[in-house]
């Protein structure tokens, strides 16, 4: 099994750094600010159109992972 594509990055050229979907200026804080306020992923996605289904969902699992690793 290869490594997980990277799908949130950080450039201090974009959005002074804030992580963001890769290629795109969509912050990843966007996407949990939608589901902590009740709104669903369609949308999320409907809003940041340059976001794919995919990408969202890839990066909730990795930042869920992520946080599971913190744990242990």
Known sequence: MG????IIIRNPAVLSAEPVFRGTRVPFKS????LEHGRSLSEFLEDFPGVSRQDAIAALEQ?????????K
């Open 63 to 71: 930042a869920r992972s992520s946080l599971v690793a913190t744990l």
């Open 31 to 34: 996407l949990t600010d939608y």
């Open 3 to 6: 490594l997980d594509p990277v």
